[in-house]
């Protein structure tokens, strides 16, 4: 298969949920990577592809390859997917529980066709492969052309969602708040510095839909790193504030998310929101310590003296949350494969704790189950050598029994457990509600 697609700048300007609904989803193997949210507007790609051995994405080798001229995004052609917790921390050495199996651990889409939409400029692209070609390489008729929006996406969007349920919780509040407690004697003990301690809301009944929920889920919880991609009858729905990797040409970087606080519709009363945040000790030593972690993790694959702390404590706002966000940089050294920076870096350090393999072990014994794609991560592996991946948070897995949404907070010393109970209960609203859920009593 080629490596050097072809694209086509059309005429016109195409929503990208109208790409998905009318083409992509009727494909079993598909995706939306929805950037629309970002910051400086940026790109989504919404395609098709087929379903990929995820050992021989691993192993591609993460080296600038070059490419013709190109205009439609820096996805030039590669692999969508995600990859699950446990998926990493058993290669980390960490003991894993078994998955219940709502979904697969590793996940990767082989792009054979996609649109790519520049919000900034309003120009849309049509991609295909070389082989999508006919045999006297014409380019293929895009499957979009002289189609007008269809009614069916405003009633999805619009329509009143299905009746409301109460989720499951996989650990009461109370039971949540005594594993703080634990993970402050292990911190005491000094077993660890920080602990990042998940736990999982599941909705039990009819398999839902997938483009349905994920439209309710980005009107009301809109992030730089949404998605929809769906594989067979599963699917998963990313509302995803944390970019995990993302690298460009020889340089890598990551952007751990370490502290949370709500938004409020009075602007004072925002801004002193964030500047608490900001100003919080216990947040501000949770952000170090996985900039420590991540510095460190980077190290193992980076030039030595390339790494430096780009942005430290900078507040990110979105609609429901404001985040403490640090970034780290470094140059990846010759020879790097994916499986080779995802050793050294994966499952991320924001949603483990420190130290890594000693804190994955505390938490796979006071956590009691799976994590399952929650705390994993999504996005696309380039062709070109490139890859950009988001922390699997904020977000929902969808399969044949039903839906679950994963959500944890980092612990320290000075966690308090009220607070941090609060926090969890905070995360998981949105993708809840996107699911017409709601928290279980005492959450």
Known sequence: MSV????????????PSQAFLQWAGRYEHCFWLDG???????WSWVGIGSPADPADV???????RASPDWRAGRFRGGWVGWLGYEAGAAVAGAPVHRDAAEAPAAVWIRASQWYAFDHVQQRTFFVTDAAGADAGGAFPRHPMKDLGRPSALDGMQHADPPGVMTATARH???????LIEQCRAHIREGDA???????????????????????????????????????GEVALLSASPERFLDVDGRRVRTSPIKGTRRRSPDPEEDTALAAELVGDQKERAEN?????????????????GSI?????????SYRQVHQLVSTVSGTLRPGIRVADLLAATFPAGSMTGAPKLSAMTILHRLEGAPRGIFSGCLGWIGDDGGLDLAMIIRSIVTHPGGAYVGAGGGITWRSVATSEV?????KARGPLAALSAVLPDGW
């Open 172 to 178: 009461g509040a109370d039971e949540y708040a005594g």
């Open 36 to 42: 629309e949210a970002t910051e400086s507007g940026g």
């Open 58 to 64: 691993l192993a591609v080798p993460l080296e600038p």
């Open 308 to 316: 430096g702390v780009d942005d430290l404590f900078a507040v990110h």
């Open 4 to 15: 050097h697609p072809v694209a086509v700048e059309l005429d016109a300007w195409i929503d």
């Open 193 to 231: 510095y920080q602990l990042c301690l998940t736990t999982r809301f599941s909705v039990i009944g009819p398999p839902v839909d997938p483009l349905a929920v994920y439209l309710r889920l980005r009107d009301g919880s809109p992030a730089p790193f949404g998605a929809l991609v769906r594989s």
């Open 422 to 426: 609060a926090e969890v209960a905070l």
């Open 288 to 304: 170090l310590m996985i900039v420590d972690l991540m510095r460190n993790d980077l190290s193992r694959v980076c030039e030595p």
